[in-house]
């Protein structure tokens, strides 16, 4: 399928689409499509969710002995569902980028109200 029919660009109909493992080009859209651009739009909109996550664990938490704001999950997920219904993975996306710690892999709401999550 050399032709996308879900793109109108007809320059990339005509060029070949041939990466392999390793490249630096290997699993990714081609340079300045529609495709390049909504993806660099969503980890945008996913970081700005991110910040606004850290922003009210800030307001709503309390500063522990080590200086660190920390919140319990069940706190946090009544505060910030009225703002996004995706507060688990934003949740688990700040952590990956090292701003949050809590225990565990998955939260889930009345189980695991209690854990404490610490802003870093």
């Known amino acids: ?24 080009t290997y699993g990714r859209p081609p340079e300045g ?15 700005k969710e991110v910040e606004e996550l850290c922003s009210i664990i800030r307001r709503t938490g309390e500063v522990g002995e080590d200086g660190h704001v920390s919140v319990t999950f069940g706190q946090l997920f009544e505060t910030y569902v009225t703002i996004s219904n995706k507060v688990v993975g934003i949740l688990l996306r700040a952590r990956k980028h090292g701003l949050v710690r809590f225990e565990g892999e998955m939260l889930w709401q009345g189980k695991d109200d209690d854990v404490i999550i610490t802003l870093l």
Not at 13 to 24: E, L, Q, W, Y
Not at 35 to 43: I, L, V
């Open 1 to 24: 399928q050399r032709k996308n029919p879900f793109s109108n660009d007809d320059r990339l109909a005509s060029k070949p689409v041939h990466t392999h493992r390793g490249d630096s």
């Open 33 to 47: 499509s529609q495709t390049e651009q909504r993806g660099r739009d969503a980890h945008s909109h996913v970081g």
